[in-house]
C-alpha cells in the first residue's frame, strides 16, 4: 500500500517524520511520501530537510519515503513559479492544496494548479468538468481522500474523472496517528464514493506507478 499525501510537524502535523513514517511502516504501507504544508516563506526551510531525511532512511531496508511539498492556500498567480521553485528545492512530488469544500481555499486554484503540470491535485472539492479535462490532458492526479471534510466531495471527483478518464489516486491527507486508514479498509472510501473494486485497483496501480517515477 502506498500513501501519497501526508504531513509531518514541519507543518501542522503531529509527528516527526521518523514516527510518521514508523507508524505507516507498521500498518502495511511500502511507500510514503511526506508533502507538509507549504508557502513562498517556508518551502526553502521544508523541503531541503525533508529531502535529507528520506535519503537517509531510503539507504535503509523497509518503507520507501518520496520528499514532497503540499503547496497551501497560496495565491493562484504564483502557483507556477512556486511549482518551479519546489522541484528546484527537490521536491520529487508536487501538490497544491485544491479547492475543498472544507477550506477558504481561492477560486481558481484547480485550475491554475493543473495548468501548471502539478503532480497530484488534492481534495480538489467540487471541481468542473473542463477542469477534470485538463487534468487528464496535463496527467495530473485528482485526488479522493480519507479526511475528514475533505472527503465529503469524493462521489463529485469521483464521477467526473471516471466519465472523463481523468488519473485518481487515493491518499490520507495525515496529520495524526489516527488519519492513518487501516490498509484492508481501503477500497471501502473508493466504493463508498460510487467506484468499484476494479476502480481501486487502478487508483493502486496510479500510485505504484508515481512511486517507481519518484524514486528512479
Same mark, same amino acid.
Given at each position: ?9 514541519? $507543518? =501542522? ?11 505507516? *511502516? ?5 511507500? !510514503?511520501?511526506?508533502? =507538509? ?7 526553502? !526551510?521544508?523541503?531541503? +530537510? ?36 519546489? +522541484? ?14 472544507? *477550506? ?14 502539478? =503532480? ?12 477534470? !479535462?485538463?487534468?487528464? *490532458? ?12 475533505? $472527503? ?7 464521477? !467526473? ?46 500510485? *505504484? ?8
Amino acid at each position: 500500500m502506498i500513501d501519497l499525501h501526508t504531513h509531518s510537524l514541519f $507543518s =501542522d502535523g503531529e509527528l516527526t517524520p521518523a514516527e510518521l513514517a514508523r507508524r505507516f *511502516e507498521v500498518a502495511g504501507y511500502k511507500a !510514503l511520501a511526506i508533502t =507538509d504544508h507549504g508557502d513562498s516563506s517556508t518551502i526553502d !526551510l521544508i523541503i531541503p +530537510r525533508i529531502v535529507a531525511f528520506c535519503e537517509e532512511i531510503n539507504r535503509l531496508e523497509g518503507i520507501r519515503l518520496i520528499p514532497g511539498i503540499e503547496l497551501t492556500h497560496i495565491r493562484p498567480e504564483v502557483i507556477p513559479a512556486l511549482v518551479g521553485r519546489s +522541484r528546484k528545492l527537490g521536491a520529487r512530488l508536487v501538490l497544491v492544496h485544491g479547492e475543498t469544500i472544507a *477550506e477558504p481555499v481561492a477560486a481558481r486554484t484547480n485550475r491554475i494548479a493543473i495548468e501548471s503540470s502539478v =503532480d497530484i491535485l488534492a481534495h480538489p472539492g467540487l471541481i468542473t468538468e473542463e477542469e477534470v !479535462l485538463l487534468a487528464r *490532458e496535463h496527467s495530473v492526479y485528482l485526488e479522493m481522500t480519507t479526511r475528514r471534510g475533505h $472527503s465529503l466531495t469524493n462521489g463529485h471527483v469521483a464521477k !467526473l474523472a471516471h466519465k472523463i478518464g481523468a488519473p485518481m489516486l487515493l491518499n490520507s491527507d495525515t496529520h495524526a496517528p489516527g488519519d492513518i486508514w487501516p490498509v484492508g479498509r481501503l477500497h471501502e472510501i473508493v466504493v463508498g464514493a460510487g467506484l468499484t473494486e476494479d476502480d481501486y485497483q487502478t487508483m493502486m496501480k496510479n500510485a *505504484e506507478s508515481v512511486v517507481r517515477r519518484c524514486l528512479t
